[in-house]
T-cell receptor, first 109, second 113 residues
Framework: RKEVEQDPGPFNVPEGATVAFNCTYS??????FFWYRQDCRKEPKLLMS???SGNEDGRFTAQLNRASQYISLLIRDSKLSDSATYLC??????????FGTGTRLLVSP | DGGITQSPKYLFRKEGQNVTLSCEQN?????MYWYRQDPGQGLRLIYY???????QKGDIAEGYSVSREKKESFPLTVTSAQKNPTAFYLC????????????FGSGTRLTVV
């Protein structure tokens, strides 16, 4: 089993739609969690950290379920500019982050 | 502005040639990392370093070497022993324990010609 697993997609949604991505992780001792965004042929950029209580940043909401070992990202009112690959990232406590392979989102007019 | 700089942006290597990719950061971060990304694939860890003069192999270290003589710098050498070096190489840095995630450089695209 991979340490961090994501549905690769692509998720094709129209503008204005709400879309959710899930990610599961295998190490129950994992300490911190993040969502990164990566545009085509660019470097990943931190979108948001994920806290146990859940957190929101504008149209983006991240949630953590430690009991079930999954993380979610919800995007409301999708924009064309949201088209990208979203990487789920986990700090397993072994001095490095573990990256999922990413979920591709395509938002169409 | 603080950040992490990779150079060059594009690099072409001949068969059997060693090349060195530069990574410099002025964020005062303790840890630095090198990843490789192939088309349509996730990030794979090559090497990482938590402190100066110390580094550890990642998941795909064969054919690569690194040094960490200064806190700010973590160059990666792609040696001739790396049989399939064409890829997008990303350098990242973080504070110790990675509680705030990584900051990435803009990457170097290496092509074997």
């Amino acid at each position: 089993r991979k340490e961090v697993e994501q549905d690769p997609g692509p998720f094709n949604v129209p503008e204005g739609a709400t879309v959710a991505f899930n990610c599961t992780y295998s190490n129950s001792a994992s300490q911190s969690f993040f969502w990164y965004r990566q545009d085509c042929r660019k470097e990943p950029k931190l979108l948001m950290s994920v806290y146990s209580s859940g957190n929101e940043d504008g149209r983006f909401t991240a949630q953590l379920n430690r009991a079930s070992q999954y993380i979610s990202l919800l995007i409301r009112d999708s924009k064309l500019s949201d088209s990208a690959t979203y990487l789920c990232v986990v700090n397993t406590g072994f001095q490095k982050l573990v990256f999922g392979t990413g979920t591709r989102l395509l938002v169409s007019p | 502005d603080g950040g992490i700089t990779q150079s060059p942006k594009y690099l072409f290597r001949k068969e059997g040639q060693n090349v060195t990719l530069s990574c410099e950061q002025n964020l005062n971060h303790d840890a630095m990392y090198w990843y490789r990304q192939d088309p349509g694939q996730g990030l794979r860890l090559i090497y990482y370093s938590q402190i100066v003069n110390d580094f550890q192999k990642g998941d795909i270290a064969e054919g690569y070497s690194v040094s960490r003589e200064k806190k700010e710098s973590f160059p990666l050498t792609v040696t001739s022993a790396q049989k399939n070096p064409t890829a997008f190489y990303l350098c990242a840095s973080s504070m110790a324990r990675q509680m705030d995630g990584y900051t990435f450089g803009s990457g170097t695209r290496l092509t074997v010609v």
